[in-house]
């Protein structure tokens, strides 16, 4: 697609039910990042993909996150129990990852709002 | 721990003036830092700079950074209300993912 394109773009849910997000990066792109923006606060990493791998899952929070990337391209990041510190926008974001180093292109995020 | 500090936090102005936002980071394996600009959704890529002392320039703003003090500053003339938005600021580490480290970034709204 012409951008990074995330859904849904907003999500309310109880606390305790497991969340479901998703990312597609910008197509050919083979570098992709979650971060997380919490009210009044800057972007949160939490995991980087290169291809369907993640050598970077340091940013996760918790165990109660995971994420996955399957054939290169759609991510999803899996939020299980989900707590009312889970609230934040999610965002995706994509580069090239290959070649000279390229500037991430984010996507709109998702806002999670857990009740 | 890697840190990145912007100030303001938050600034208010009449369009037509100047803005000079900073940025000082600690960040190991320091690569190059990266300027965004976030209105209401996704952050858009504004800035980036890897050698200290020469300065980039896209319209109206500009940025530069000392890799020395360990600091950069994005600066906007004339601003118009179209500048309000949120200024990231992000350096980015060499190696590994490469991931970008955000300030919590400035608050530029600018009034008519």
């Known amino acids: 697609g012409a951008g990074v394109s995330q859904s849904p773009s907003n999500k309310v849910t109880e606390k305790g039910k497991d969340v479901e997000l998703r990312c597609d990066p910008i197509?050919?792109?083979?570098?992709l990042y979650w971060y997380r923006q919490s009210l009044g606060q800057g972007l949160e990493f939490l995991i980087y993909?290169?291809?369907?791998?993640?050598?970077?899952k340091s940013g996760l929070p918790s165990d109660r996150f995971s994420a996955e990337r399957t054939g290169g391209s759609v991510s999803t990041l899996t939020i299980q129990r989900t707590q009312q510190e889970d609230s934040a926008v999610y965002l995706c974001?994509?580069?090239?990852?290959?070649?000279?180093?390229?500037?991430?292109?984010f996507g709109d995020g998702t806002r999670l709002s857990i009740l | 721990e890697d840190k990145v500090v912007q100030s303001p936090l938050s600034l208010v102005v009449h369009e037509g003036d100047t803005v000079t936002l900073n940025c000082s980071y600690e960040v190991t394996n320091f690569r190059s830092l990266l300027w965004y600009k976030q209105e209401k959704k996704a952050p858009t890529f504004l800035f980036m700079l890897?050698?200290?002392?020469i300065e980039k320039k896209s319209g109206r703003l500009s940025s530069i950074l000392d890799k020395k003090e360990l600091f950069s500053i994005l600066n906007i003339t004339a601003t118009q209300t179209g500048d309000s938005a949120i200024y990231l600021c992000a350096p980015r580490s060499q190696g590994g993912s490469e991931k970008l480290v955000f300030g919590k970034g400035t608050k530029l709204t600018v009034n008519p």
């Open positions: 993909f290169q291809g369907n791998s993640a050598p970077d």
């Open positions: 974001a994509s580069s090239p990852g290959q070649g000279l180093w390229q500037p991430q292109h």
């Open positions: 890897t050698s200290s002392g």
């Open positions: 197509s050919g792109h083979t570098a």
